[in-house]
């Protein structure tokens, strides 16, 4: 049930501290700072094959980041409609993972037999387990979202995120790329991820704020690098999928190959902008954009300088180590998108001509 919330997309952005802990603890223990060890033999693996769809997709994306950045391990995530039909070539040395919250979408179960059909070794990532992904993969890596009601996918989106890091971790350590310190810090850094997203919950007053403009508009932008990049796709996806509004994620660096052209007054660009290597670049985008007379919205950590330049609007994020980043910056833009289509009082929790679980092609 709801219980205080209006929506089931609301209660469960609201769980996330909790689903994302459950699922932390999956992989990680906190006590001694290290990973669990893993089922695989991540040393004997050359190369990771992610298979989703929609917002699991975005969550494989943040994903790859972390194997190939943590673990050295090479990684490829593509959209599971595509990967069946066009027969992919993959060594044996692939591991190929399913990601998805009902373990039961058609296009990735099809994807999953066939790399089993292949020799291949393959795993899911579900958040149902005893979905037919789980029984079809030879490894089951749980998801602990709960059950989600909402459309929209919210809290199953950051536990896979979380199952995915820690999995990176757990990899780095078998493949030699972290040491016990960097072991330790990187466990107890996602560890702080569901403190840190309970004070992201508390953007919600400053981001109402920003609706009555957004839903005006027609076409928003979501802006992000590294790890921000798959969640502004992820933003504009829920976005999309909730307040019909037509909504592209971009990487930051792609703006002036093409979509800085549709910037202009009516446009609103939402960044992701948390402190790390690329917070410079990304601020000198945003900066191109509001000279262009782009109406800007940067989420960042309060201690971000300012870009220079008219027209930015600063929401205030908490500040997170890069590898918590993606959890914590993951509730502002649901936040975005959920009061946006209040504010227009379309249907949250059932958008219009989508299914929970897509198991027709
Ligand atoms: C978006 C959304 C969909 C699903 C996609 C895959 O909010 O919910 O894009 O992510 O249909 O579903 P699962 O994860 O069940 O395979």
């Known amino acids: 049930e709801k219980g205080e919330y209006r929506h089931f997309m609301e209660k469960e952005i609201h769980e996330q501290p909790d689903s994302v802990q459950h699922t932390l603890s999956e992989y990680l223990d906190l006590v001694t700072a290290k990973a669990k060890p893993a089922v695989v033999d991540f040393a004997a693996i050359e190369r990771i094959q992610i298979i989703a ?16 950045k943590y673990a050295g391990l090479p990684c490829d995530v ?4 595509e990967f069946r039909y066009r027969d992919p070539a993959l060594s044996q040395g692939t591991l190929a993972v399913a990601v998805s919250q009902s373990g039961e979408t058609a296009d990735t179960l099809a994807g999953l037999s066939w790399c089993k059909a292949q020799g ?9 387990h005893t979905s037919s992904m789980a029984r079809e993969a030879e490894i089951l890596w749980p998801t602990h979202a709960g059950p989600e009601i909402g459309v929209a996918s919210t809290k199953a989106f950051t536990a896979q995120v979380a199952a995915l890091l820690s999995l990176a971790i757990a990899a780095g350590v078998a493949r030699g790329k972290i040491d016990e310190a960097r072991e330790a810090e990187l466990v107890k850094a996602l560890f ?3 403190r840190l997203i309970s004070e992201a919950l508390r953007m919600d007053a400053p981001i109402r704020n920003l609706v009555q403009d957004l839903a005006k508009a027609r076409d928003v932008l979501f802006l992000g690098r590294g790890p921000m990049y798959p969640l502004a796709m992820e933003g504009a996806l829920k976005l999309k999928e909730i307040s019909y509004i037509h909504a592209e994620g971009y990487a930051a660096g792609e703006l002036k190959h093409g979509p800085i052209a549709l910037i202009d007054e009516y446009t609103p660009t939402i960044a992701l902008a948390p402190m790390d290597d690329l917070f410079e670049k990304t601020s000198s985008n945003l900066q191109e954009v509001a000279a262009r007379g782009g109406p800007v919205i ?6 971000a300088p300012d870009p220079h330049g008219a027209g930015i609007r600063r929401v205030h994020a908490p500040d997170a ?30 958008p219009r001509n989508l299914a929970k679980s897509v198991t027709v092609e």
């Open 192 to 194: 702080e991820a569901p």
């Open 120 to 128: 291949l070794k393959t795993a899911a990532v579900v958040n149902v």
């Open 298 to 303: 940067m989420i960042a950590p309060e201690s």
């Open 53 to 68: 769809c929609g917002t699991a997709f975005y969550a494989g994306q943040i994903g790859k980041y972390a194997f190939e």
């Open 78 to 81: 593509e959209i599971a409609s």
């Open 321 to 350: 180590h890069p590898i918590a980043a993606p959890l914590v910056y993951a509730v502002p833009m649901q936040l975005v998108s959920y009061y946006t289509a209040v504010q227009k009082g379309t249907d949250v929790d059932q």
